[in-house]
């Protein structure tokens, strides 16, 4: 082997211009096929046959969304105080803008999330003071329609007393009807014998007329008396479709009632689901208590490790564009460490100071540096680090 390498040593020596141009060409040869047959550079690594990695490639293929990459974005006031409704609606439009960037499959606005986990909470709240309420409304409930019962109850009793009334009265008209009927065919052939006699001069034909207009007089009473009965009947009719309607309203009432009573223990059970949900997230926030601080989270399409970092420079493009009065931003590392090799230039000493897109401020820099999108108004320049 040493006589080998002394040999090879040798040669070079003596040619050495072509040993530097036979490893030119080989150089040059190895390039060129990798440029023209090899694939592109990625950060994405890849360990095949291990566990870990069969489990990354099992989420992309039956889980999709769980392999998604994520990056979160803080927003909060550079004077600590709670977010104004302006300042709400510029964050918002924002994230909006940024979410119709091509690789982003959603963004998470931090506003519309807190409120509707402070609605959902708000909702819990207000079902859990029902179950507690739940037990004396159905005992209410219970109570009023037994009253109803019980009304309707004796609704019915006073009714059969009016019909049993109403009926004896009706058969003392018609006995009184065929006792007037009587008298009066009785005193129209007096009246008629008399008149064919040629009799009607005598005391006995007047007397008949005097009679005659008692029982007509006694059949216009009659007839009162039997409009009377007439609308009392027809009242006993109403009554009773009254109490049919009120046995049927108090049934489907005692039914809706047992139904409650059946499902509230599931209620209660799913209530206390609820409740159990919401306090494994009790601490979770996505704006501050005091309205000062929101993080909103940018869903991509593919893992984090695969987003190109246009999409990613877009996308801090979208939200940082121009600043937003009184709203500081910070974009979380995951964002962020694939923008620190950008050529992108730093806006303002603010941004500098708050370190944002690894920014620093060079003290040194011509103090008319112009930086992406407006010029600097202060000594020196913001640069990348």
Known sequence: M???LFLLGKFSAKRAWIVVVAWLVILAGVATTALTLGGKFTSNMTLEGTPAQQVIDDLKKNFPEASR????????TSDGSAFTATQKEEITAR???AEEIAGVNSIIDPFATQATKDEKAQELADAQAKVDNAPQQMADAQAKI??????????SVQLASSQRQL???KQQLDAAQAELTKNLTAVNNGLAQLEAAGMTGIPQYQELLGQK???LAGQAQLDAKKAELAAGQRQ???????????KTELTNAQAELDKAKAELPGQIEKLKWGQALLAAAEDFRVVSADGSTAI??????KPLSEVEVSTRTAVADAISAEPISGVDVEFSNDLMQSLEGLSRDCCNRADCDARQLGCRWSAAADSTHRCRHRRSRHPGACQRD
């Open 69 to 76: 990459g994520s990056a979160q974005i803080v927003f909060h």
């Open 2 to 4: 040493a006589k080998f």
């Open 146 to 155: 037994d009253s109803g019962w019980a009304d309707l109850n004796a609704g």
């Open 213 to 215: 207009q008692q029982i």
């Open 296 to 301: 909103a989270t940018v869903m991509f399409n």
């Open 236 to 246: 006993i009719v109403a009554g009773q479709a009254k109490l049919d309607s009120g």
């Open 167 to 169: 009926t004896s009265g």
């Open 95 to 97: 994230l909006s803008a």
